[in-house]
């Protein structure tokens, strides 16, 4: 026998097949956008304010994204679920967190004062931190500024990261 379908089989296949046309063939212009607008669209519920912003994108994405389900479709962000996202972000969990120093220390550690005597105390102590040893970049102050408004020599010292944090912790004795 030739080939591998006879004319039966052909028919079959193309027969089932007549049932699984793609959802927006022959839709065209007027009638496809009538047809998102019936409710497939992924973009539906969201407010008319961001609704520009969406034709936007939908726009420079082109074609590819549409009708594919999205996870966000019916969903917006409330202002309170906003809110909710930025302080889940604060504080101990953000990456930025630094164990709670505030504004003065780094007005104090920008000064041009500070920065001056950095690479002095830094040489002193030979990059080397005071507390364990390792090799170091930061430079502490001892009794923290708040307290003696002191960054005199004398009250400067070399610390690697890990102990500087961890001094920072202890300062707060002194608050
Ligand atoms: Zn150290």
């Known amino acids: 026998m030739r080939g591998h379908h006879s004319e039966e089989s052909k028919r079959k296949i193309s027969e089932s097949l007549k049932g699984r046309i793609a959802w927006n063939r022959g839709l065209r212009g007027k009638e496809y956008l009538k047809h998102l607008k019936r409710g497939k669209a992924w973009n539906k519920g969201l407010t008319k304010e961001t609704d520009g912003r969406v034709a936007e994108n939908v726009r420079k994405a082109g074609l590819a994204k549409r009708g594919k389900p999205s996870s966000f479709k ?19 969990k ?82």
């Not at 019916?74 to 101990?92: N, V």
């Open 74 to 92: 019916g969903k917006k962000h409330t202002k309170e679920a906003i809110e909710k996202i930025r302080k889940a972000h604060m504080g101990a």
């Open 94 to 175: 953000s990456p930025n967190w630094r164990g709670g120093i505030t504004p003065e220390y780094f007005k104090v550690h920008c000064s041009s004062e500070f920065r001056k005597k950095r690479k002095i105390i830094l040489e002193r102590d030979n990059y080397t931190c005071q507390r364990c040893g390792k090799p170091a970049k930061c430079v502490d102050i001892i009794i923290p500024w708040r307290v003696s408004k002191n960054i005199s020599l004398n009250n400067l010292q070399t610390l690697c990261r890990h102990c500087n944090l961890s001094k920072i912790q202890d300062d707060k004795v002194y608050r």
